[in-house]
């Protein structure tokens, strides 16, 4: 049997994958910043269980060229079917990312990935970074507390204490939608499309 299995990294858990791990900082990052390798993760996630290689391909492929799978061209398919196979797999079950047993030709999960949590929040594309957001509603906050304290209209027509119940709920609000942002869209597995594909 050649199966492929190898679990290598930092056991102190310091990596990026959002809870301790055994997957070191680097190893975590070599393995997500390839678009296929992260769809593999995201795939095998939502699969809750073993792929063949087969169906692993047509979803990546489905994600990367951003179509249905029945409308994949079989040079789509094999295009990425064949990368899986030759350098993919192999080098995620080497990094102890996925157990990957060739002579089936079936992936899936090792228990240490199945446990982690991985993001992708800079590498979507298109989105205002939560920090550029927080800097912005500081700065609009620190506006409105000085307009209030030197008495300028308009920001003088509102009590302190309305602006302080505005600015405290507006970054409760925040908060919470940058929680469900991270942990419900950018962490792979969590929805049904990987969060760099393309919406409708």
């Known amino acids: 049997m050649s199966k492929t299995r ?3 990294g930092d056991p102190s858990g310091t990596g990026t994958a959002g809870e301790s791990t055994a997957f070191s900082r680097d190893t975590v990052l070599e393995m997500l910043s390839n678009q296929r390798r992260r769809f593999v993760i995201h795939a095998l996630k939502r699969a809750n269980g073993e792929l063949s290689v087969s169906e692993l391909a047509e979803q990546v492929a489905s994600w990367e060229y951003d179509k249905p799978v029945d409308r994949l061209e079989h040079q789509e398919r094999k295009r990425v ?7 993919h797999l192999s080098k995620m079950a080497e990094y102890g990312f996925i157990e990957y047993d060739a002579s089936r030709g079936v992936v899936s ?39 209030v304290y030197l008495g ?26 940058h929680c469900y942002d991270n942990y419900y869209r950018m962490r792979l597995g969590a929805r049904e499309k990987p969060a760099e594909v393309r919406k409708e």
């Not at 079917?81 to 350098?87: D, E, I, S």
């Not at 240490?112 to 298109?126: I, P």
């Not at 300028?152 to 908060?175: C, Q, R």
């Open 109 to 147: 999960l090792s228990e240490e990935a199945e446990r982690a949590n991985f993001y992708v929040d800079s590498l979507t594309g298109g989105d205002v970074p939560w920090g550029v957001y927080y800097l912005a509603l500081s700065v609009l906050a620190t506006v409105a507390i000085g307009g």
């Open 152 to 177: 300028v209209p308009p920001f003088s027509w509102i009590s302190p204490i309305g602006y302080g119940v505005f600015l405290v709920g507006t970054l409760l609000v925040s908060s919470v939608g």
């Open 81 to 87: 079917r064949n990368a899986l196979r030759q350098f």
């Open 6 to 8: 190898s679990t290598t």
